[in-house]
C-alpha cells in the first residue's frame, strides 16, 4: 500500500513539475516556454511591428512591467486576440495581426482620429 501510494506521489509531481511555466509575467501569451515565447515573437514582433526586444523589454529582466510600450502591447495582444475569437469567426474573414494595421513600423501609418 505505501508502494502504490509512493508512485502515485511521484507521479502527480512529476505531472506537476512538467505543467509549470519557465516565464514569468506571462499574462496573455499561452506559452509556457521559453522557446515557444521566443519564436513567436521573432514571427510577430519583429516582422510585425519591425521593432526589436529592447522596445517592450528591459534587457536584463524580460519580465518587467517598467516600459510603457510592453503595457500597449499587452493591451493591444488582447485587442487582436478578441477580434479574431469574436468577430473575424462570425465573418468568416481571414486572421487579424499586429501586421494588419503597423505593417512592419512601431506605429501604424494612419492612427485613429481621437
Known amino acids: ?13 512529476f505531472a506537476g513539475a512538467q505543467s509549470k511555466s519557465e516565464l514569468k509575467n506571462v499574462k496573455v501569451l499561452p506559452f509556457t ?15 510585425g511591428l519591425g521593432v526589436k526586444c529592447k522596445f517592450c523589454h528591459n534587457p536584463l529582466d ?10 500597449v502591447a499587452r493591451e493591444m495582444m488582447k485587442m487582436v486576440k478578441g477580434i479574431n475569437l469574436n468577430t473575424m469567426s462570425k465573418l468568416k474573414f481571414h486572421e487579424v495581426s499586429c501586421f494588419t494595421c503597423h505593417r512592419g513600423q512601431d506605429h501604424p501609418d494612419h492612427p485613429p482620429k481621437h
Open 1 to 13: 500500500m505505501i508502494r502504490i501510494i509512493t508512485i502515485l506521489l511521484i507521479i502527480i509531481s
Open 33 to 47: 516556454k521559453k522557446q515557444d515565447i521566443v519564436n513567436y515573437m521573432k514571427k510577430t514582433m519583429v516582422q
Open 62 to 71: 524580460f519580465s518587467s512591467d517598467e516600459k510603457e510600450n510592453k503595457l
